[in-house]
């Protein structure tokens, strides 16, 4: 995951929409049943972050190794990652132990195709496919995405990736043998891994691969052009995409039978006041975030708001294209961890070479907070995510959605003594549970993440797994914690509440219950 996209100041402890939304649901008593029958629950991960064996086996790097590589000051290797290429088997075995119907976990376009085109390398093919029917055969649905940050380097270096067009023909390549090969036992498919995000990160602040940016908008650039590349680049996403899809649809689903959906990282974006000012920047927030995906994706073309405050820079449909881009999911993936708090800042639109954050005139301000000892975990505002999914039932006409991605930071020294992340999984699948009683049209939901994996902004410093693993330890120990219990009795049927705030609610699983078996 990433977040934090630019990092900003917790001036206001409380803002406007947060003190709407205080009651919260905490002392809520659920259990699983309570959600449709074919209602899934999973955890995710991305190749780079669990693999390792980075260059083993044929494997060449994506712009993610390129990433990690920068100057670092730690034994913990992202190369060596969890080392699931060798410990899938083990892996599968914890997936068994917590309960889950499904894994979320990428593909990795260089260790498939190491060339970016051309032959397959079967050693990735035998990988993939053993890791694949080791979960089927535990009942275990794989749920694939296709690109996670991961672009093969060596498309970067030939010709800039999604700067060129070439990428979209060597994409379709690419889903194609992953479509042909696995396609008989993988069922859904996502072609993007938080699309908007990259492109934020990746061509505007720089601050995630593949790094570009240009001054003053950017940190510490050296090339790329924050005003016009994130357009362009989004651009070509939604093409490469809309043509995946396209060929998924027409060569593979008769027969395969299988969904296909992009990823986006979703905020609920909060005005800092009630004024109408800050409230109206918000909605630009919704519209130049994830209206710039899901207005294409849903009508076609990109938001009213983002042509008139991005002009010329803003690519244009053609007729064929809007037609080939509209409607080209089965599904969308979220990713949601947090509110994010908005301000006005329409002075931006005053000045003559812009980026998509003053295009958008608005200010983000992370409302992150520090909470001793932990140092650094989310905010517990459940509510956020019950908006968002409010947002695109009214706006985007409700289409399935999978819960890709949602889940607690904290220090990696916080080990498997985890109460916060109980708290914050016991409270969001509660939300989310009212969202779909509301109508809400969400179809699963993935725990970020399954193990202690390097993150792409923390590095192994700040992690979200329902398993530690101990990087000290050459075998990479995984330990369940407490919040691994707890998902796994909710899984499991049990019901479940904090525990800690009312003691006598029948079989609740209480918190006090779950340390002494976690430790
Ligand atoms: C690297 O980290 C170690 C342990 O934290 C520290 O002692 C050392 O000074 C650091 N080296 C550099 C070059 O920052
Ligand atoms: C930019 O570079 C400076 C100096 O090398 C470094 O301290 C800072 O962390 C960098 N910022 C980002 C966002 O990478
Ligand atoms: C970015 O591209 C635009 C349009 O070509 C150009 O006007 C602008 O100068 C470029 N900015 C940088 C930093 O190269
Ligand atoms: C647009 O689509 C129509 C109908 O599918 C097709 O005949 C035409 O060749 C396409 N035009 C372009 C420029 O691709
Ligand atoms: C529930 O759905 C209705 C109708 O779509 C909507 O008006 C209402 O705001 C929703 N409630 C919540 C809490 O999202
Ligand atoms: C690592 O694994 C090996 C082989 O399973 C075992 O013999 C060894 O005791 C393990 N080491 C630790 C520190 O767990
Ligand atoms: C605790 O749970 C019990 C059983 O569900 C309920 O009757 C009682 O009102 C709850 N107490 C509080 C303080 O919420």
């Given at each position: 995951?990433?977040?934090?996209?630019?990092?900003?100041?917790?001036?206001?402890?409380?803002?406007?929409?947060?003190?709407?939304?205080?009651?919260?649901?905490?002392?809520?008593?659920?259990?699983?049943?309570?959600?449709?029958?074919?209602?899934?629950?999973?955890?995710?991960?991305?190749?780079?972050?669990?693999?390792?064996?980075?260059?083993?086996?044929?494997?060449?790097?994506?712009?993610?190794?390129?990433?990690?590589?920068?100057?670092?000051?730690?034994?913990?290797?992202?190369?060596?990652?969890?080392?699931?290429?060798?410990?899938?088997?083990?892996?599968?075995?914890?997936?068994?132990?917590?309960?889950?119907?499904?894994?979320?976990?990428?593909?990795?376009?260089?260790?498939?195709?190491?060339?970016?085109?051309?032959?397959?390398?079967?050693?990735?093919?035998?990988?993939?496919?053993?890791?694949?029917?080791?979960?089927?055969?535990?009942?275990?649905?794989?749920?694939?995405?296709?690109?996670?940050?991961?672009?093969?380097?060596?498309?970067?270096?030939?010709?800039?990736?999604?700067?060129?067009?070439?990428?979209?023909?060597?994409?379709?390549?690419?889903?194609?043998?992953?479509?042909?090969?696995?396609?008989?036992?993988?069922?859904?498919?996502?072609?993007?891994?938080?699309?908007?995000?990259?492109?934020?990160?990746?061509?505007?602040?720089?601050?995630?691969?593949?790094?570009?940016?240009?001054?003053?908008?950017?940190?510490?650039?050296?090339?790329?052009?924050?005003t016009?590349?994130?357009?362009?680049?989004?651009?070509?996403?939604?093409?490469?995409?809309?043509?995946?899809?396209?060929?998924?649809?027409?060569?593979?689903?008769?027969?395969?039978?299988?969904?296909?959906?992009?990823?986006?990282?979703?905020?609920?974006?909060?005005?800092?006041?009630?004024?109408?000012e800050?409230?109206a920047a918000?909605?630009r927030?919704?519209?130049f975030?994830?209206?710039?995906?899901?207005?294409?994706?849903?009508?076609?073309?990109?938001?009213?708001i983002m042509k008139k405050n991005g002009g010329?820079k803003?690519?244009?449909?053609?007729?064929?294209?809007?037609?080939?881009?509209?409607?080209?999911?089965?599904?969308?993936?979220?990713?949601?961890?947090?509110?994010?708090?908005?301000r006005d800042n329409s002075m931006s639109l005053t000045t003559v070479q812009r980026d998509l954050y003053a295009d958008m005139a608005a200010q983000?301000?992370?409302?992150?907070?520090?909470?001793?000892?932990?140092?650094?975990?989310?905010?517990?505002?459940?509510?956020?995510?019950?908006?968002?999914?409010?947002?695109?039932?009214?706006?985007?006409?409700?289409?399935?959605?999978?819960?890709?991605?949602?889940?607690?930071?904290?220090?990696?020294?916080?080990?498997?003594?985890?109460?916060?992340?109980?708290?914050?999984?016991?409270?969001?699948?509660?939300?989310?549970?009212?969202?779909?009683?509301?109508?809400?049209?969400?179809?699963?939901?993935?725990?970020?993440?399954?193990?202690?994996?390097?993150?792409?902004?923390?590095?192994?410093?700040?992690?979200?797994?329902?398993?530690?693993?101990?990087?000290?330890?050459?075998?990479?120990?995984?330990?369940?914690?407490?919040?691994?219990?707890?998902?796994?009795?909710?899984?499991?049927?049990?019901?479940?509440?904090?525990?800690?705030?009312?003691?006598?609610?029948?079989?609740?699983?209480?918190?006090?219950?779950?340390?002494?078996?976690?430790?």
């Amino acid at each position: 995951m990433v977040t934090r996209v630019i990092v900003g100041l917790c001036l206001l402890p409380l803002c406007f929409d947060l003190l709407r939304g205080a009651a919260g649901n905490k002392d809520r008593e659920y259990n699983r049943n309570a959600f449709p029958k074919d209602f899934i629950f999973g955890a995710s991960t991305s190749a780079y972050q669990v693999e390792g064996a980075a260059l083993e086996d044929g494997r060449k790097p994506s712009i993610y190794d390129t990433f990690a590589h920068r100057s670092r000051n730690d034994t913990r290797n992202p190369d060596v990652a969890c080392d699931q290429y060798h410990k899938y088997k083990e892996d599968v075995q914890l997936m068994v132990e917590t309960g889950l119907d499904a894994y979320r976990f990428s593909i990795s376009w260089s260790r498939l195709i190491p060339n970016g085109r051309g032959p397959v390398n079967p050693k990735g093919l035998r990988y993939y496919n053993n890791l694949i029917n080791e979960l089927i055969s535990h009942g275990i649905e794989p749920h694939v995405t296709l690109t996670h940050t991961d672009t093969p380097q060596v498309l970067e270096d030939e010709y800039g990736s999604f700067l060129n067009p070439k990428i979209i023909e060597d994409f379709i390549s690419y889903v194609d043998v992953c479509f042909r090969e696995f396609g008989d036992r993988v069922r859904y498919w996502t072609t993007f891994n938080e699309a908007n995000i990259f492109v934020i990160g990746g061509y505007d602040v720089g601050i995630t691969p593949p790094s570009r940016c240009s001054s003053p908008f950017g940190f510490n650039c050296t090339r790329g052009n924050s005003t016009t590349e994130p357009y362009i680049v989004t651009h070509r996403i939604l093409l490469a995409h809309a043509y995946a899809a396209r060929l998924y649809k027409e060569k593979y689903q008769p027969k395969q039978l299988g969904f296909i959906g992009i990823n986006l990282l979703t905020f609920h974006f909060s005005p800092l006041t009630d004024t109408l000012e800050d409230m109206a920047a918000a909605k630009r927030c919704y519209d130049f975030l994830i209206g710039w995906f899901m207005h294409p994706l849903t009508y076609g073309d990109y938001p009213e708001i983002m042509k008139k405050n991005g002009g010329s820079k803003i690519p244009v449909f053609t007729k064929n294209e809007s037609e080939l881009v509209k409607g080209s999911f089965d599904f969308i993936g979220i990713n949601y961890y947090y509110i994010m708090g908005v301000r006005d800042n329409s002075m931006s639109l005053t000045t003559v070479q812009r980026d998509l954050y003053a295009d958008m005139a608005a200010q983000w301000i992370d409302l992150d907070t520090v909470a001793p000892p932990e140092e650094f975990i989310y905010p517990i505002e459940p509510w956020g995510l019950e908006r968002v999914l409010e947002h695109y039932k009214e706006v985007y006409q409700n289409p399935p959605i999978f819960i890709h991605e949602n889940g607690q930071v904290a220090s990696y020294t916080t080990s498997i003594n985890d109460p916060f992340r109980v708290e914050y999984l016991h409270d969001y699948i509660g939300i989310l549970l009212n969202a779909v009683r509301n109508g809400s049209n969400t179809k699963g939901y993935f725990v970020w993440s399954l193990l202690d994996v390097y993150e792409l902004l923390f590095d192994f410093d700040y992690t979200f797994g329902l398993y530690y693993v101990d990087y000290n330890d050459p075998n990479l120990t995984r330990r369940p914690k407490l919040s691994q219990k707890w998902y796994s009795q909710f899984l499991k049927g049990k019901n479940t509440n904090h525990g800690y705030k009312n003691e006598s609610s029948g079989d609740a699983t209480t918190l006090d219950d779950l340390r002494y078996r976690a430790s």
